[in-house]
């Protein structure tokens, strides 16, 4: 699964896991992690561990979640990580606090940002056949299923000796590989520990298990997810004797300072595979309702996310990521998912524009409206106010949009490409108009109406992002703009259209516009997670106003 894991550098292959960070003079200056490797004067190569992503669907209720990536976020957000394995696992003959798994519960609680779980599986006498997959043999109270139960942020492997009992390093390699590419397939990430001396084995039973050290040194995929954890402890001169400082006593077990630097090295090794990351342009996940023909359903460009929640919609999905030269990754495996159920028929209502505080007009001027909730009608709205002084830049978002009920939807909205082109200045907040009608238009109140987020015909290709959809629901999308003229109608046509579809689009006159009809509409929005539009002026006239959207589904 490894992929482009050396770089050829002034005739030299360099290692990229084995120099990171390392800064190698050559015929140029080089950092080696996995990300985005870049040469002075020349290029920028994404560096990847894998030839594609770790993929699940964990459905919960009417949603689904999607499983795609590792980062930092593994460690730190939220964290859950599940540790499974035999002895040292388990603590066995050490007091709390001072057990391997204890100093890994430890850590968390260091690193933690958010609620954080540690479940201990591990178990004395365990070996890895038992932690395989259930329908592979495998103990379901601690196997790879069980740890998977807890919808973990990434499980732990440590099962150093007692393998070698059994079977030899070749039958380790594929017991560990089996349980990785289960956990891969899930969306998981699974780290191990390589094997430990044991002194009171006999030769042929050490041989096996610096055999699996080396193994795991030299194997293409398990040098980058097993730590080297067998030369630490070795006592000199011997093929598999446990050092005398960290000997429990036993010849088997390690004594505190044994897990201290065993917990030491495992932080280490972790932290190597789980940074954050940066060789992806983006994540792309794609749908079909037959495994035959795929559409994408839905891209993330945000490399802090590797979770997605949506609302649950059967089909068979796969991931891909692009990467930053502009190549892609495999897919990952497919998944099919049934049932799902289409959310309440519902409406929502968005207010564009400032909120008179923190936006200001061309004079410095603080201005604009909010509309409460409820308002006279009983609607509750979503007052979309940009920051100032970008305003309606790229980028401007709003979220976590509520119902006319008051209920959170999941849906949002962002400016992905602004409207107001070349018309700003230096004082005011970019993109807003203030003024609006002062009058209530049917049931939108008059704070909705006193300002707007106004188009320029500096610009013809502004763009406006839906996101949060449920893909069962049909929706509705409604633009309505005005703008007070001083009584004389003239030309300020907005046009919009959706984005996937060819021009001319819908339009309608901000010019004293009371009629909320006079509007854009598009009906009939099925089957997508997000839905964008493209909105320009309309050739003769030189602005326009979106100063409500209305988004209503059955």
């Known amino acids: 699964?490894?992929?482009?894991?050396?770089?050829?550098?002034?005739?030299?292959?360099?290692?990229?896991?084995?120099?990171?960070?390392?800064?190698?003079?050559?015929?140029?200056?080089?950092?080696?992690?996995?990300?985005?490797?870049?040469?002075?004067?020349?290029?920028?190569?994404?560096?990847?561990?894998?030839?594609?992503?770790?993929?699940?669907?964990?459905?919960?209720?009417?949603?689904?979640?999607?499983?795609?990536?590792?980062?930092?976020?593994?460690?730190?957000?939220?964290?859950?990580?599940?540790?499974?394995?035999?002895?040292?696992?388990?603590?066995?003959?050490?007091?709390?606090?001072?057990?391997?798994?204890?100093?890994?519960?430890?850590?968390?609680?260091?690193?933690?940002?958010?609620?954080?779980?540690?479940?201990?599986?591990?178990?004395?006498?365990?070996?890895?056949?038992?932690?395989?997959?259930?329908?592979?043999?495998?103990?379901?109270?601690?196997?790879?299923?069980?740890?998977?139960?807890?919808?973990?942020?990434?499980?732990?492997?440590?099962?150093?000796?007692?393998?070698?009992?059994?079977?030899?390093?070749?039958?380790?390699?594929?017991?560990?590989?089996?349980?990785?590419?289960?956990?891969?397939?899930?969306?998981?990430?699974?780290?191990?520990?390589?094997?430990?001396?044991?002194?009171?084995?006999?030769?042929?039973?050490?041989?096996?298990?610096?055999?699996?050290?080396?193994?795991?040194?030299?194997?293409?995929?398990?040098?980058?997810?097993v730590c080297p954890t067998f030369t630490p402890f070795l006592k000199a001169g011997t093929i598999g004797e446990i050092k005398n400082e960290y000997d429990q006593g036993d010849g088997i077990h390690l004594n505190a300072a044994g897990t201290q630097l065993l917990e030491q090295l495992s932080w280490a090794f972790w932290g190597k595979l789980l940074r954050p990351r940066t060789a992806y342009l983006r994540v792309e996940i794609h749908r079909s309702t037959d495994d035959s023909t795929y559409t994408l359903f839905d891209t993330i460009t945000d490399q802090a996310i590797i979770r997605k929640t949506y609302p649950l919609q059967e089909g068979y999905y796969k991931a891909r990521a692009a990467l930053q030269d502009g190549s892609f990754t495999a897919y990952s495996n497919t998944i099919q998912l049934t049932g799902g159920t289409p959310a309440p028929a519902g409406r929502l209502l968005i207010d564009l524009g400032g909120d008179g505080v923190t936006t200001l007009d061309s004079g410095g001027n603080p201005k604009g409206s909010i509309t409460p909730s409820p308002d006279e009608n009983g609607n509750h709205w979503n007052n979309f106010v940009p920051t100032h002084p970008d305003g309606f830049s790229d980028g401007a978002a709003i979220s976590d949009l509520v119902d006319t009920a008051g209920n959170t939807t999941g849906i949002s909205v962002a400016v992905v490409r602004d409207l107001f082109g070349t018309f700003f200045d230096a004082v005011g907040t970019k993109g807003i108009n203030y003024q609006g009608m002062t009058l209530a238009v049917g049931e939108y109140p008059a704070t909705a109406c006193e300002d707007s987020m106004f188009a320029n015909n500096s610009v013809n290709d502004g763009q406006l992002s839906i996101s949060g959809l449920n893909p069962l629901n049909t929706y509705t999308v409604k633009f309505w703009g005005t703008r007070d003229t001083g009584g004389v109608v003239d030309n300020r046509f907005i046009e919009i259209k959706k984005a996937q579809d060819n021009w001319p689009g819908q339009n309608y006159n901000g010019a004293m516009n009371t009629d909320p009809g006079q509007a854009a509409v598009f009906t009939g929005i099925t089957d997508v997670n997000e839905q964008a539009f493209d909105a320009r002026v309309l050739a003769g006239s030189t602005f326009g106003y979106i100063g409500i959207i209305e988004i209503s589904w059955t």
């Not at 994404?46 to 770790?54: A, E, G, K, S, V």
């Not at 388990?90 to 850590?107: F, K, M, N, Q, V």
């Not at 779980?117 to 070996?127: A, P, S, T």
């Open 1 to 225: 699964m490894a992929n482009k894991l050396y770089k050829i550098i002034g005739g030299k292959a360099y290692d990229v896991m084995q120099h990171p960070l390392e800064r190698i003079q050559d015929s140029t200056a080089v950092e080696f992690e996995e990300g985005t490797l870049k040469i002075t004067g020349s290029a920028a190569y994404p560096i990847t561990r894998f030839d594609n992503l770790p993929f699940g669907i964990r459905a919960s209720g009417g949603n689904m979640e999607l499983l795609f990536g590792y980062s930092d976020k593994n460690l730190t957000d939220n964290p859950v990580w599940v540790g499974l394995g035999s002895s040292t696992m388990a603590g066995h003959g050490l007091p709390s606090g001072e057990g391997y798994g204890d100093r890994i519960d430890t850590r968390q609680g260091n690193v933690a940002v958010g609620a954080r779980q540690w479940v201990n599986l591990g178990l004395d006498g365990q070996n890895s056949a038992a932690l395989l997959p259930t329908a592979q043999g495998g103990d379901p109270s601690r196997n790879i299923d069980a740890a998977m139960s807890y919808n973990p942020s990434f499980v732990i492997v440590d099962e150093p000796t007692n393998w070698a009992l059994s079977w030899d390093a070749a039958q380790q390699r594929l017991n560990y590989l089996s349980i990785f590419n289960y956990a891969w397939q899930h969306g998981v990430i699974t780290l191990f520990n390589s094997s430990r001396p044991r002194t009171q084995f006999n030769t042929a039973q050490q041989q096996r298990l610096a055999d699996f050290a080396a193994l795991c040194l030299a194997d293409p995929l398990l040098r980058y997810i």
